[in-house]
């Protein structure tokens, strides 16, 4: 007899929507989700308030999908579970950190509501990142990253059609020959190809496939260096060139990476302060007045946030989304600072809204803890952790990748690619299903 309850209607459903029909439903998402990045957008649909947040919010029937198979699906929808759940813990007590400490900072300094908001919302977006992580881990297992990437060269393949109707064929091709002559200095068309998130989120799949093998995948690796080369982000490209040759250094001549990666945790950690020392001295302006590098302005921000924290161990820290709502509410006499909106520099970010204390809790739970976390899945796990870690750690350098949605989404979702079926050897099997799920 047919079961006529909703229950029933819903498994009958699942029993005919397969994992292609999933795959395309999800890279569809994707894009949806990804246009959130667009820049080449009607005015009509850019002057919309709030858009970026309903076009990310494209996402959460896919991650109901994955709640509903969790709950009852059967066979292959189990196999990742065990580690899928591992890793769903250890993301999210990531997230709780971050916001205990907020939370504590923002009551001690008797932070205002619309900071509080603000700060709260840019956390809830970061816990999406892992709930879609983790749904899609869970549904497609090793082939989730693939299923991302294809989704974020659709967005990109129609962003740059998007760009040609906007500025036309010819001043598009005279921008593309002004930024191949000028070596990266970016106007019109190739202004807009230069989507930050998604250039550094090209970045990551550039490292997986890497890792996966180039001959293996050489249209993928080639597609994702295009993409990566069309929004062409100095920072990312030096964080690519320390991270592949750090790869194949580690996988040919380092036994023991689990120790390796912890003492370059630590380096890192410790490199990150001074960094941020250097800045806060001034080396950093008189540096690139020196040598006659264009900071993009990073040194006149840098001035401007000066008197915001202080290299003391008792700095507390101004509360999560301070610099934004500074910036927001301030003037410059030579810098649109509501159009700037931060620091470009992920290690002062940071420090300035975490204090002195949280930027060593931030840099060691990521290099130090996740780095010993992940070993428990085996060396392949453990080492593209490692390179996506060294890669957006480069990138913090001048930029903000620190909590960007797309590349905080797939930097968190590659390394999972490696677990394979090798984390029922690493982790406690579920054990026989004895319930209706």
Known sequence: MTDTTVTGFLKRFWKRWD???????YILTTVVATFSLCAS????????RGYRVWLKAAYVPFVCV?????????????KNRSAARAWLIEYLAYIILMFVMTSL???????????IMRGYEKLAFQAFTVFITISAFYIFGQKAVDHTFWGFVLFYVINIIFALF???????????RDFIVSFGQANGFMKALELHDAV?????????YYLEGVKKHPVKFALAVLFFLLGFKRIGALAILVALPLGSLLKRYIRDLKKAGLILGVTIVLAGFAYIAFVKLGGFSALTRLLGINSMGRDAIYDFVEDCYTLSPSFLGRGFEYITQLFKNS??????????????NSYLTVFIEFGFFGYFLWTGYWLVWHHGWTARFGKKVMLAQLLVSVYLFVTYLTDNTSFYFSTGLVARLMPMMFIGLDHKQTIESPGPDTTHV
């Open 166 to 176: 906007r500025y036309g064929i010819t001043p598009a091709l005279h921008s593309i």
């Open 66 to 78: 994955s709640a509903y198979l969790w709950i009852w699906g059967r066979g292959a929808y189990r």
């Open 105 to 115: 900072i923002y009551f001690v300094q008797g932070a205002d509501r619309a900071l």
């Open 19 to 25: 994992e292609r029909l999933l795959a395309l439903f």
């Open 331 to 344: 003037t410059h006499p030579s810098l649109n600072l509501a159009n700037i909106a931060a620091v470009h």
């Open 200 to 208: 550094f989120a090209f970045g990551v799949f550039i490292i997986y």
């Open 41 to 48: 957008f009607p005015s009509w649909i850019s002057t919309t």
